[in-house]
């Protein structure tokens, strides 16, 4: 469906300028420079649900394609929001966004580790502390958030608890899985296997 082609024929260039409008946009709430430059696709949907409300997030990118250029896309971003997005009455997560907004992505993005091996992870690792210590140094967790889970009684409820909280960020979950690769190598090797 056209409408559902939003980034898909932008150019790299026409990226690059569509992040650096975005951290040069002079309402607020405003993205910080350091948080999407020489990032990807993946981690700018990421940011900019973070950043704005999940009401905002399409009208803000269709104000930055407009801004660079991109009258076209910008005007199948509105249609597809009101012909698609609208009828469930907002996005549900970064998940949604990032595939709303490149498309082209999905094929590469169909299931993450995370979410494919969601039950296993639950039930395998039992050394929690130190991933919420890495995501917590890495900001992916708040201090309220680490405190939390730390606090659940037994590894499986911290593992459940932090899947949950990593659910709504692929960025987050990839962060995680980076993680998960160092600190539990032979169990990631044998869920892949497994897949």
Do not use: W
């Not at 005007?75 to 498309?103: I, N, V």
């Amino acid at each position: 469906m056209k409408s559902q082609r939003l980034f898909t024929d932008l150019t790299e260039t026409n990226f690059q300028k569509f992040v650096q409008d975005l951290v040069d946009r002079r309402q607020e709430p405003r993205v910080r420079r350091a948080r999407v430059d020489g990032k990807g696709f993946l981690v700018v949907a990421d940011v900019m649900v973070s950043t704005f409300t999940e009401k905002k997030v399409l009208s803000v990118a269709a104000e930055i394609l407009r801004g660079i250029g991109c009258s076209e896309e910008a005007q199948q971003r509105k249609t597809f929001r009101f012909d698609g997005l609208a009828q469930k009455g907002r996005l549900s997560d970064t998940f949604s966004f990032f595939h709303f907004l490149f498309p082209a992505e999905r094929g590469a993005a169909q299931q993450h580790f995370v979410d494919k091996h969601f039950s296993e992870l639950i039930d395998r690792v039992t050394c929690v502390e130190p991933i919420l210590d890495l995501l917590l140094q890495k900001e992916v967790l708040q201090h309220e958030a680490y405190n939390s889970i730390r606090s659940m009684p037994t590894p499986q409820a911290k593992m459940r608890e932090l899947l949950i909280h990593l659910r709504a960020s692929p960025a987050h979950k990839d962060i995680f899985y980076d993680i998960l690769k160092k600190q539990q190598k032979h169990l990631v090797e044998d869920l892949e296997g497994n897949s």
